[in-house]
């Protein structure tokens, strides 16, 4: 994109070429209102809000009023924001918008962090001249997550241009008659779009607001922020923890120009629940006499070196603990005595992923780079339910070919009505092979329903239709050739083509088929890219550390070579079969589980500890495209909870140092101390240490703040124990202070921002402040670092890659049996979401799977390993014969699938009699 300049009311701005003049103005620095404009959805010039006078040149004193949205940069343009027609044209448009507003800011919810209210101050309108009844809406029920208060509208379209054309949402529209307009659903019911909330962030007034955090609710200024990175999956999606009173009370969307951008998934933004749920343990717990009671730290501490004392102690991580979490308990174990708390499948599944992410030669695509792809190929992964911000990413890229038209036709890509008529018969470059139906087929060019091996089979013919080198596939069926040859051909004639994968089936031949496309389509296309989906937030990062699966745990328990068991943050009833699991209870003395969740072992153990959530401590994930990112401390819990790698620490100072793999473990001070000896450790892990500045950073001397400048009173919190302030809490592992002292600014350090704000600005869309560019980078930077990161252009060439040879047989179906593949859902499958009132109201009742002609009954049983199990039958359209789905949380709990078993009809109630 070339640079050009404008003139701005007598001041010349140097600016992009190929933006209209409200980007261009915003990125100036001036202040110009707007409402229907988002840089995601593009513009459609809905409000009128951003008028301005531009001139044909410097002999023009004339002008004329347009709207900066819908006008193009073009090179010496003269322009006013403060021309005294365009102001009042302004004004008159807040001034009609503003009518039917029932101006009740101090109770809306949206009060203080209201676009709405920072663009009526930005336009001057101060005096209310309407002196007549309001028009007024009915308010709609539209489920857990989002409040809706129709009379604060101002019809600016944005909700329904990102629910319908940007997310994909077909149940929310906008309904009028002549200027009687209502945004919301034909009736009351919940909102079944995965984004549904960031209507809250989208929406510029209080029409759309965030349902759970009002039970819990305060101003944007009396709540503490701290940058975070979600838990609830592997992508790494950014946010901001918000906390007051010590809980945590809501999730906001962090910029990150290369994640997940200006969105977030329900699961992401509301999953947070189970940070404040009844399941939190608070205080250690000891099993004495059979019964489990309170007991000091002190105590669980003596407890703990008397056990280990007795024999070998073995730790078992977990992929959704902290990098620091898993490291410290490695540094107490040793390597040959720490497991990664994944089955061997599962653990070599991960492993694999890694190997083939770090040795592929094509590129390594971020989230935001795979939107510009213009050929996709997902290969046996239901990414909506595994990576849902990954899936509205490839939503995405469909778009490219309209993109191009509309390039042919010189229409430029932000005027987004125009580009998606002119895209409406473009052809989709999307395809899809799953065993299920996925929330993508709507947008794909064509799908295929078929098992992981007879989708594995495919990808091996597509490598070798690309590739005669790749290994070929025999017996493959005529539409499979056919249907081969057609992606083959896509993928090749494509500048920037992606395939997707993942473990969500176990299926190691899916990723292998994968990375054998990219391999073949790098020889031609060096931006070639591949992405494979992982099941939790670290997976990747203890892949990296390494470790011993849960089968070498119960071989050495079996053994009596194990006298005590720490489990830090896993749930082993989610990995291990009941027989498993009561197996490995008897066979050790002792088990110590330090988390932050109640789990089924939690009864069995002879002590637990109470470990820190994600918003109570600083730590660091490693998403799945290899990205560490720094999640920091906003809730300051009571004592005794705290990190987990401080819980390990502290174990370690009550043993014998000779019983240590690391004797430096006990003298870490913070987790800068953790990240220096991880880097000494595992060099691959190194560069961990730079996702984010660490504890001593200052900006101009001073520590950063995490409240806005209006925070008020600890004084008042407090003021029926003390009038006298309160020291607000400290964390020694951040750059932070708890209030509102300290510096704050644009050019912070992108990991840092803690929350948007640059007067005269007080919403999200303050953004715009920290940005370099309008939807481009952070003014502070990178947020995270890539341990994996490589591009094309990085090589000298393509990396010598040796096919996979190991070609799965073709799926049969067998009269007896049926092939058990899980039923990953976007609510109730994860395992801490499932603990958050609101998303398990969202989550649907267990159900089996089963295609349209097994559906004979309204229950199966299904014979697994521990025993039977009677589910409801929910028919699934195009699943393929002799395949069934489980809920994901019943077959997890072995994590072998697929797997063969017995279905078994029940009769119906009119049958039995």
């Known amino acids: 994109m070339t640079m050009t300049s404008i003139r701005i009311d007598g001041r010349d701005c140097p600016t992009r070429s190929g933006i209209n003049l409200l980007q261009a103005c915003l990125e100036a620095g001036a202040s110009l209102p707007y409402f229907c404009w988002h840089p995601e959805l593009g513009s459609v010039g809905a409000c009128r809000q951003c008028a301005i006078r531009q001139f044909s040149g410097p002999d023009d004193t004339k002008g004329r009023i347009v709207m900066a949205c819908m006008t193009p940069v073009s090179e010496n343009t003269i322009i006013s924001i403060d021309d005294p027609e365009a102001r009042d044209f302004r004004a008159s448009i807040i001034e009609w918008m503003m009518v039917n507003h029932p101006h009740d800011c101090p109770v809306c919810e949206e009060g203080g962090e209201c676009h709405l209210q920072d663009m009526t101050v930005m336009t001057g309108h101060n005096a209310r001249r309407y002196r007549f009844t309001k028009r007024t809406h009915r308010n709609q029920d539209l489920g857990p997550f989002v409040k809706h208060e129709m009379n604060r509208c101002i019809a600016c379209y944005r909700c329904v241009r990102f629910y319908r054309d940007y997310a994909g ?40 607001t965030d349902k ?47 994640v997940n951008r200006y969105l977030l998934c329900d699961r992401g933004r509301f999953g947070h629940g189970f940070v404040n749920a009844p399941t939190r343990i608070r205080t250690p717990l000891r099993t004495i006499d059979g019964q489990q009671v309170p007991v000091p730290m002190a105590d669980a501490l003596t407890a703990f070196a008397r056990m280990a004392a007795r024999g070998r102690v073995v730790g078992i991580a977990s992929p959704r603990a902290a990098l620091e979490t898993c490291f410290s308990l490695h540094a107490l174990v040793g390597p040959q005595h720490f497991c990664t708390g994944q089955t061997r499948q599962e653990h070599e599944c991960v492993e694999l992923a890694h190997a083939l992410l770090d040795r592929h030669p094509g590129a390594l695509p971020t989230m935001h780079e795979m939107e510009s792809a213009d050929a996709v190929l997902v290969l046996g992964e239901d990414v909506c339910a595994t990576a849902p911000r990954l899936g509205l990413s490839l939503r995405q890229s469909v778009r490219q070919a309209s993109f191009h038209t509309a390039d042919d036709a010189r229409v430029p890509r932000w005027m987004d009505a125009a580009v998606r008529t002119l895209g409406a018969e473009c ?160 066979a050790v003395a002792d088990i110590v589980v330090i988390d932050h969740t109640a789990t089924p072992l939690c009864q069995q153990a002879s002590l637990v500890l109470p470990v820190a959530a994600f918003s109570e401590c600083s730590g660091t994930l490693v998403s799945q495209e290899g990205r560490a990112q720094r999640f920091f401390q906003a809730v300051f819990p009571p004592a005794p909870i705290q990190a987990g790698w401080r819980w390990v620490q502290a174990l370690a100072r009550g043993l014998d140092p000779s019983m240590l793999h690391m004797a430096g473990l006990t003298g870490w001070r913070d987790l800068d101390d953790v990240l220096a000896a991880m880097a000494a450790a595992f060099p691959c892990l190194a560069p961990a240490a730079k996702a984010a500045p660490g504890a001593d950073y200052r900006m101009n001397g001073q520590k950063l703040r995490s409240q806005t400048y209006r925070a008020s009173g600890r004084t008042v919190i407090r003021s029926f124990v003390n009038v006298r302030d309160q020291p607000p809490p400290g964390s020694p592992d951040s750059p932070f202070s708890s209030s509102m002292e300290g510096a704050f600014g644009p050019d912070m350090p992108a990991a840092l921002v803690s929350g948007y704000q640059a007067s005269p600005w ?65 609510f109730g499958s994860e395992e801490l979401s499932m603990h958050s009132p609101s998303v398990m109201a969202r989550a649907t009742a267990p159900a089996l799977g089963l295609p349209a002609a097994m559906a004979t009954s309204r229950h199966m049983v299904l014979h697994l390993d521990d025993g039977a199990h009677v589910l409801p039958v929910e028919p699934v359209p195009g699943l393929p014969a002799g395949i069934v789905l489980c809920p994901a949380h019943m077959v997890a709990r072995a994590f072998r699938f697929p797997r063969v078993a017995r279905l078994e009809r029940m009769p119906d109630e009119g049958e039995r009699s």
């Open 427 to 586: 052809p989709s470059g999307l395809y899809v092979l799953t065993p299920a139906p996925t929330d993508l087929d709507g947008v794909a060019a064509e799908t295929l329903r078929a098992a992981p091996d007879d989708i594995a089979r495919l990808g091996f013919a597509i490598a070798h239709e690309i590739d005669p080198a790749a290994p070929a596939v025999t017996d493959l069926a005529p539409d499979d050739v056919l249907l081969a040859a057609r992606i083959a051909h896509t993928l090749v004639a494509a500048g920037k083509p992606l395939v997707v994968s993942g473990m969500q089936y176990g299926a190691p031949a899916l990723m292998q088929a994968a990375a054998s496309i990219v391999a073949a389509l790098a020889r031609a296309t060096p931006e070639a890219g591949l992405s494979l989906v992982l099941p939790e937030c670290n997976s990747m990062g203890l892949a990296m550390i390494g470790g011993v699966p849960l089968e070498t745990v119960m071989e050495q328990a079996r053994a009596g070579e194990i006298s005590t068991l720490v489990i830090t943050e896993n749930d082993l009833t989610r990995h291990l079969s009941p027989a498993d699991v009561a197996e490995l209870v008897a």
């Open 169 to 208: 949402g077909d149940d929310l529209a906008v309904f009028a008659s002549h200027d009687n307009v209502y945004f919301g659903r034909a009736e009351d019911g919940t909102l079944q779009n995965a984004f549904s909330g960031n209507l809250v962030e989208i929406c510029p007034t209080g029409v759309f």
């Open 762 to 826: 007080n919403s999200v869309q303050a953004l715009n402040r920290f940005q370099h560019e309008i939807g481009g980078d952070m003014r502070g930077g990178a947020s995270g670092i890539r341990l994996l990161s490589r591009t094309a252009s990085d090589e000298a060439g393509p990396r010598p890659y040796a096919y996979a040879t190991d070609i799965p047989t073709r799926h049969t179906v067998q009269a007896d049996t049926v092939v058990v593949l899980p039923d990953t859902r976007l």
């Open 212 to 258: 759970p955090f009002s039970a819990v609710y305060s101003r944007k200024w009396d709540m503490r922020g701290a940058p975070s990175v979600c838990v609830h999956c592997a992508v790494g999606c950014n946010t901001i923890a918000n906390a007051r009173e010590e809980t945590l009370r809501r999730v906001l969307n962090r910029y990150n120009t290369d």
